[in-house]
Nanobody, 120 residues
């Protein structure tokens, strides 16, 4: 098993700039893509950002230009720098990673999520 643990969420004011972190741990493994998703109350879970092992990133239109995803492969950690937060960004943010073990794909793993609440 691989564990993903998110941190950095909480209550922030509109315009704030928190940084979310997600650290992966467990037995020997490697990670290809790492992603951030979010789910707002009453909404479907949506992809926010994705980053490849080489550092190429893509973003949802709703956060493009405001959020930055990055990773530290040596630490098996992915970050989401969130700038210019809006109340519409309020959601539970989830980390996701697809894991390979012994040269074979294992499965996608998910963190428990971290709540980000943006006050107006």
């Amino acid at each position: 098993q691989v564990q993903l643990v998110e941190s950095g969420g909480g209550l922030v004011q509109a315009g704030g700039s928190p940084r979310l972190s997600c650290a992966a741990s467990g037995s020997i493994f490697s990670i290809n893509f790492m992603r951030w998703y979010r789910q707002a109350p009453g909404k479907q879970r949506e992809l926010v950002a994705v980053i490849t092992s080489g550092g190429s990133a893509n973003y949802a239109d709703s956060v493009k230009g405001r959020f930055t995803i990055s990773r530290d492969n040596a630490k098996n950690t992915v970050y989401l720098q969130m700038n210019s937060l809006k109340p519409e960004d309020t959601a539970v943010y989830y980390c996701n990673a697809d894991v390979t073990r012994g040269g074979k794909y294992d499965r996608d793993y998910w963190g428990q999520g971290t709540q980000v609440t943006v006050s107006s």
